[in-house]
């Protein structure tokens, strides 16, 4: 099992920042990435950004050039920075561990971003 947990969210205004951060532990070995998702009140999860254990990153198209996208791999760990915030940015985001053998998808309990004045 891989256990992940998240943390770093809160409220913050619009065009303030926030950095995430995802912990994996447990059965790490054969990860080979990770992600960042979130989901709306209403709307379906939707991914935010992807990491590669070699360091490639993918982005939604709503959240390029504002979040960044980073990982420890010493430490098992993955950030989310968000700069820019706006109000639909406001959701659970969730990590994903992805490995090669099962489970192949581990989530985290989520962490709540509110961006409101």
């Known amino acids: 099992q891989v256990q992940v947990v998240e943390s770093g969210g809160g409220l913050v205004q619009p065009g303030g920042s926030l950095r995430l951060s995802c912990a994996a532990s447990?059965?790490?070995?054969?990860?080979?990435?990770m992600d960042w998702y979130r989901q709306a009140p209403g709307k379906q999860r939707e991914l935010v950004a992807s990491i590669t254990r070699g360091g490639t990153t993918t982005y939604a198209d709503s959240v390029k050039g504002r979040f960044t996208i980073s990982r420890d791999n010493a430490k098992n760990t993955v950030y989310l920075q968000m700069n820019s915030l706006k109000p639909e940015d406001t959701a659970v985001y969730y990590c994903n561990v992805r490995r090669s053998i099962a489970p192949y998808d581990s989530w985290g309990q989520g962490t709540q971003v509110t961006v409101s004045s």
């Open positions: 447990g059965s790490i070995f054969s990860i080979y990435a």
